[in-house]
C-alpha cells in the first residue's frame, strides 16, 4: 500500500489537498492515450482496463489498492495507456502537482512514497514481459 505506514500528518495533508474520491460507471472512459496528465488513481473497487494504442487490454486492474495513471507523477506527462471501466469502480484520485508540492516540504516521505511507487511499475513491467513472452513462444 502506497502511503501505509508512514507519517499521519503527511498523509492527512496529502488526503486533505491532493485527494478526492471518484466513481465511474462501466464503460466510462476515465483517460485517453495522450491526454495531459495531472492525476493518478487508487482503485477502491471494480475494475479498469488499460489499453495502448487502441489495441486490446494491454492489462487489467482489479484488486483494491491497484494504481493507474501514474504518467502524471513525470513533469509535462502525458497519459501512455487509455483507462476504462470494465465495470463500476470506485477511486481516489490523487492530483499529482498537489501531492508534490507536500512532497516539497517533506521529501523524505515523497522519497518513500516514490521508492514504493517504483515497485509498483517494476511488477507490472514484468508481468506484461512475462505476458509477452508467452505469446511470442
Not at 495531472?38 to 482496463?49: E, P, R, S, T, W
Not at 514484468?126 to 505469446?135: A, E, G, L, N
Request: glycine share 6%; net charge negative.
Amino acid at each position: 500500500d502506497l502511503f501505509s505506514g508512514l507519517d499521519l500528518n503527511v498523509m492527512g495533508e496529502i488526503a486533505d489537498t491532493a485527494c478526492t474520491e471518484a466513481a465511474y460507471s462501466a464503460g466510462t472512459l476515465i483517460f485517453n492515450e495522450g491526454d495531459s496528465a495531472n492525476a493518478f488513481y487508487i482503485l477502491c473497487k471494480g475494475a479498469v482496463d488499460l489499453k495502448i494504442g487502441g489495441e486490446k487490454t494491454v492489462y487489467r486492474l482489479a484488486d483494491e489498492s491497484d494504481l493507474f495513471g501514474w504518467s502524471s507523477l513525470v513533469e509535462n506527462a502525458r497519459y501512455t495507456a487509455t483507462a476504462i471501466a470494465t465495470a463500476d469502480i470506485q477511486t481516489v484520485k490523487i492530483d499529482a502537482r498537489k501531492m508534490n508540492r507536500v512532497f516539497d516540504n517533506n521529501p523524505a516521505f515523497g522519497l518513500a512514497v516514490y521508492r514504493r511507487l517504483s515497485a509498483v511499475f517494476n511488477r507490472r513491467l514484468s508481468s506484461i514481459y512475462h505476458r509477452f513472452m508467452s505469446v511470442e513462444q
